[in-house]
């Protein structure tokens, strides 16, 4: 918003849009517009005149005086980054500074101006001697500024554009130093030299650590920190002349760069017989299953993972030869645990999920006793590889759980131990049914719901808890036993929402095992709805707390912060 007021002069530095300002005046003077109209002297001066103060706003700074106020209502809150020009551009060192045209002032030397201006008995000195005291003051508009900062001490703030080019300084010092980390710890510089060791960082972080910085230092009003306005940023800041990769004379810029590369080896069986396959049994479970209700009928599958589970791109510097993040633990990296959930076909997830992790000895220490969790049943082993024994363990304690039916369909993959239907059979408690069907081998692919749609959107979603986590607490421990307990808790707690239904039940439509909606409808992952990027820009929902929300709440809608989400409060939402 720009007001300018009566007698005044003020120092305009934007970046605008002429197209706007062209919609604007066509607006105000509906007339057709001639093809070759004969102009006179005066109308050709006058065009030129508006032509050179557009030209004039648009590459650098503008005087104007006015007699009328403008405000411009419609302002979204983010501005345009400009081209990044390292050796140009004009930025605050601090939100505490003042600009007086190209001059960086201290506000302790703003207040010296203004005691030296008021302190003469004919009430103020006259311009040109508070010119030749103080350099930085060169024109009226500048005397004007004085005043108004004298008036408003400490509720006065720079213009917008002044403080988002300090906002956008601050952030590209955290994202370099969050980039740089690893270079604080005992690295050989011959290796610094071909791969940069940081953090893991994506836009989502950005928005946060801009907001942080905008709620902390600049408080520039209606600030979004937009994806928009993330992207544009992320292309006009480069980082100039980095020696030490012995690439002179290049920038980089600040880009999505992939960490590591998988390479697997595809099965070599013929495609088509997989297919065949596939579509026998597909066609044999609808069969069986077209006069059972959804809510029977669930799909349950082991999935590994690891201890500290992180994306495989992360934000760095482009023509990086090699990118590197750190974590919290090595050995998390090479260490998972096993996550068992059950998938129904009414959209639902069982009211427990199976967690096995590895334990030295085999089970948890006495001393320090696992967090009892509504949602899981957990279970230590010297390895987390699941055995027979713990398949049965899983069908006594989840399958069998007294809040779902006593009769059932499962859909499970040829792993041997779920092909001995004798003893899966043996746990089915009296009064119970089980049918049991095993997908052939080679086809989970697109054939098991959960392979389908379910792991790499409930993964997704731990690897956003666990980025935001080494960038904003990294204090807490995510390998640590019982945090890990309660992560998988929390979040399972929110995917569990019936907010997401229509997710849950996408997998099985995928896989074939119901039939194709005509108009879908539309749903978000969970990772989109809980982590989206308008979270980190609301406060949490507790009374009295200020800190920035760290997830919506798929159940009770709520946008909660990482300490009342799972450290000083854990949030079991009791709403459905």
């Given at each position: 918003?720009?007001?300018?007021?009566?007698?005044?002069?003020?120092?305009?530095f934007m970046s605008l849009n002429v197209s706007h300002i062209l919609y604007i005046l066509s607006q105000t003077f509906p007339l057709p517009v001639p093809k070759n109209?004969?102009?006179?002297?005066?109308?050709?001066?006058?065009?030129?005149?508006?032509?050179?103060?557009?030209?004039?706003?648009?590459?650098?700074?503008?005087?104007?005086?006015?007699?009328?106020?403008?405000?411009?209502?419609?302002?979204?809150?983010?501005?345009?980054?400009?081209?990044?020009?390292?050796?140009?551009?004009?930025?605050?060192?601090?939100?505490?500074?003042?600009?007086?045209?190209?001059?960086?002032?201290?506000?302790?030397?703003?207040?010296?101006?203004?005691?030296?201006?008021?302190?003469?008995?004919?009430?103020?000195?006259?311009?040109?001697?508070?010119?030749?005291?103080?350099?930085?003051?060169?024109?009226?508009?500048?005397?004007?500024?004085?005043?108004?900062?004298?008036?408003?001490?400490?509720?006065?703030?720079?213009?917008?554009?002044?403080?988002?080019?300090?906002?956008?300084?601050?952030?590209?010092?955290?994202?370099?130093?969050?980039?740089?980390?690893?270079?604080?710890?005992?690295?050989?510089?011959?290796?610094?030299?071909?791969?940069?060791?940081?953090?893991?960082?994506?836009?989502?972080?950005?928005?946060?650590?801009?907001?942080?910085?905008?709620?902390?230092?600049?408080?520039?009003?209606?600030?979004?920190?937009?994806?928009?306005?993330?992207?544009?940023?992320?292309?006009?800041?480069?980082?100039?002349?980095?020696?030490?990769?012995?690439?002179?004379?290049?920038?980089?810029?600040?880009?999505?760069?992939?960490?590591?590369?998988?390479?697997?080896?595809?099965?070599?069986?013929?495609?088509?017989?997989?297919?065949?396959?596939?579509?026998?049994?597909?066609?044999?479970?609808?069969?069986?299953?077209?006069?059972?209700?959804?809510?029977?009928?669930?799909?349950?599958?082991?999935?590994?993972?690891?201890?500290?589970?992180?994306?495989?791109?992360?934000?760095?510097?482009?023509?990086?030869?090699?990118?590197?993040?750190?974590?919290?633990?090595?050995?998390?990296?090479?260490?998972?645990?096993?996550?068992?959930?059950?998938?129904?076909?009414?959209?639902?997830?069982?009211?427990?999920?199976?967690?096995?992790?590895?334990?030295?000895?085999?089970?948890?220490?006495?001393?320090r006793p696992i967090p009892d969790v509504p949602n899981l049943v957990v279970r230590a082993a010297k390895s987390h590889i699941m055995t027979k024994e713990h398949m049965?363990?899983?069908?006594?304690?989840?399958?069998?759980?007294?809040?779902?039916?006593?009769?059932?369909?499962?859909?499970?993959?040829?792993?041997?131990?779920?092909?001995?239907?004798?003893?899966?059979?043996?746990?089915?408690?009296?009064?119970?049914?089980?049918?049991?069907?095993?997908?052939?081998?080679?086809?989970?692919?697109?054939?098991?719901?959960?392979?389908?749609?379910?792991?790499?959107?409930?993964?997704?979603?731990?690897?956003?808890?666990?980025?935001?986590?080494?960038?904003?607490?990294?204090?807490?421990?995510?390998?640590?036993?019982?945090?890990?307990?309660?992560?998988?808790?929390?979040?399972?707690?929110?995917?569990?929402?019936?907010?997401?239904?229509?997710?849950?039940?996408?997998?099985?439509?995928?896989?074939?095992?119901?039939?194709?909606?005509?108009?879908?409808?539309?749903?978000?992952?969970?990772?989109?709805?809980?982590?989206?990027?308008?979270?980190?820009?609301?406060?949490?929902?507790?009374?009295?707390?200020?800190?920035?929300?760290?997830?919506?709440?798929?159940?009770?809608?709520?946008?909660?912060?990482?300490?009342?989400?799972?450290?000083?409060?854990?949030?079991?939402?009791?709403?459905?």
């Amino acid at each position: 918003m720009f007001r300018v007021g009566i007698l005044s002069i003020f120092i305009i530095f934007m970046s605008l849009n002429v197209s706007h300002i062209l919609y604007i005046l066509s607006q105000t003077f509906p007339l057709p517009v001639p093809k070759n109209p004969n102009l006179s002297r005066q109308e050709r001066n006058l065009a030129n005149h508006i032509i050179n103060i557009i030209k004039e706003a648009e590459t650098g700074e503008v005087e104007i005086e006015e007699t009328e106020e403008l405000v411009d209502e419609d302002y979204d809150g983010d501005y345009e980054v400009e081209a990044f020009k390292p050796h140009d551009d004009f930025v605050l060192p601090s939100h505490q500074h003042l600009a007086f045209g190209d001059k960086t002032v201290s506000r302790e030397e703003a207040q010296k101006a203004i005691d030296f201006y008021r302190k003469t008995t004919k009430g103020t000195r006259p311009f040109k001697t508070m010119k030749s005291r103080f350099r930085w003051i060169t024109n009226l508009g500048h005397l004007e500024k004085l005043r108004r900062y004298e008036k408003e001490k400490t509720d006065f703030n720079e213009s917008r554009s002044n403080l988002l080019r300090v906002l956008s300084k601050r952030l590209f010092q955290e994202v370099k130093e969050k980039l740089d980390e690893g270079k604080n710890y005992l690295v050989p510089s011959i290796i610094l030299e071909n791969f940069q060791t940081g953090l893991h960082l994506h836009d989502r972080d950005l928005q946060t650590m801009a907001r942080k910085i905008n709620r902390s230092e600049t408080k520039v009003t209606n600030f979004l920190a937009s994806q928009t306005w993330i992207s544009k940023w992320k292309n006009s800041h480069r980082y100039p002349n980095i020696k030490n990769l012995n690439i002179f004379n290049q920038t980089f810029s600040i880009v999505s760069r992939r960490i590591t590369k998988f390479v697997t080896r595809r099965c070599l069986r013929n495609k088509d017989e997989i297919r065949k396959t596939g579509d026998d049994f597909l066609k044999m479970v609808r069969q069986e299953i077209k006069n059972l209700c959804p809510s029977v009928v669930f799909n349950s599958d082991q999935t590994g993972i690891q201890k500290e589970l992180y994306s495989q791109r992360s934000l760095a510097f482009c023509n990086e030869k090699q990118v590197e993040r750190l974590v919290q633990s090595k050995a998390s990296l090479t260490h998972s645990f096993t996550f068992m959930p059950m998938l129904f076909m009414n959209g639902t997830l069982g009211p427990k999920a199976y967690l096995l992790m590895a334990e030295p000895t085999g089970e948890f220490p006495r001393t320090r006793p696992i967090p009892d969790v509504p949602n899981l049943v957990v279970r230590a082993a010297k390895s987390h590889i699941m055995t027979k024994e713990h398949m049965r363990d899983w069908i006594r304690t989840c399958v069998f759980d007294v809040n779902l039916p006593k009769k059932m369909y499962m859909l499970v993959d040829s792993w041997s131990s779920f092909k001995d239907h004798k003893s899966i059979q043996e746990c089915v408690p009296r009064g119970h049914e089980l049918t049991v069907r095993n997908i052939p081998p080679n086809t989970t692919g697109f054939l098991q719901p959960l392979d389908v749609y379910f792991n790499g959107p409930w993964k997704n979603l731990i690897k956003k808890f666990t980025a935001h986590t080494l960038n904003f607490h990294p204090d807490y421990l995510i390998a640590n036993r019982n945090n890990e307990i309660l992560m998988v808790a929390l979040l399972y707690h929110q995917i569990s929402a019936l907010h997401f239904q229509d997710f849950l039940k996408y997998p099985w439509r995928k896989a074939g095992f119901m039939d194709k909606e005509v108009s879908p409808s539309p749903f978000q992952t969970p990772s989109e709805y809980c982590f989206g990027p308008e979270v980190s820009n609301e406060n949490c929902y507790i009374n009295g707390c200020s800190e920035m929300s760290f997830i919506l709440c798929s159940r009770c809608k709520f946008y909660i912060c990482f300490d009342h989400f799972c450290i000083s409060l854990n949030h079991f939402c009791p709403v459905a």
